[in-house]
């Protein structure tokens, strides 16, 4: 009976990402450590590059709330690139640690003038070359914070900051943390009008 559960769990899964992650492995099973709960590993060379925090998020808006409430609210979850294993993975930094620097993350960025630059580089006006599209992933902001100085040894704690306030892609940085941003004004006049009966 249990081992039917987990083998719909896993059809079930691949059914949800498939769009989105057309060659995931994805893989159900009884966890070892605790053969109560079902471990899910979500295999993708996609993850690449993206922090785990990136990663779950990114699957979690592919499974519906009420399936995941009803079948894996007490599951684990490995987001996996192809060569990576669960026990290499770094855990997230301290969620208090996140919280009691986020004001002076925030402040450093400001005075870097990081989400200026790539309020610009998302509405065309740097370098000539017209607005970039979003990835998915932190790639142009990674690519500011490298010419703003800030040591990459710091970056995990700048990102976790940003995903902590609902950032977790770079356009999401302009339209969930960036109150002052052009993107973000154009994205909700747009949106605004798309509504209009």
């Known amino acids: 009976m249990q081992d039917a559960r987990v083998s719909r769990i896993e059809s079930d899964l691949r059914e949800f990402v498939r769009t989105a992650y057309p060659g995931m492995v994805v893989r159900a099973e009884f966890w070892a450590r605790d ?36 079948n894996l609210a007490d599951s684990l979850w490995f987001e996996l690139t192809p060569d990576e294993d669960p026990e290499d993975l770094d855990d997230n930094p301290d969620e208090e640690l996140v919280e009691s620097i986020t004001l002076d993350v925030m402040a450093v960025l400001q005075a870097a003038c990081f989400f200026e630059v790539l309020d610009e580089l998302f509405l065309g006006a740097r370098d000539g070359d017209g607005p970039v599209s979003c990835s998915g992933d932190f790639r142009h902001a990674k690519c500011i914070l490298r010419r703003c100085g800030i040591d990459e040894w710091d970056w995990s704690e700048v990102f976790h900051v940003l995903m902590g306030r609902g950032a977790f892609c770079d356009c999401e940085i302009l339209l969930n943390t960036a109150p002052e941003s052009k993107f973000r004004a154009r994205h909700w006049k747009g949106a605004a009008q798309e509504s209009e009966c």
């Open 35 to 70: 053969p109560s709960r079902i471990a899910l590993f979500f295999i993708d060379e996609r993850f690449r590059g993206l922090y785990r925090r990136q990663r779950y998020h990114h699957l979690m808006h592919l499974i519906p709330k009420d399936y995941y409430d009803r």
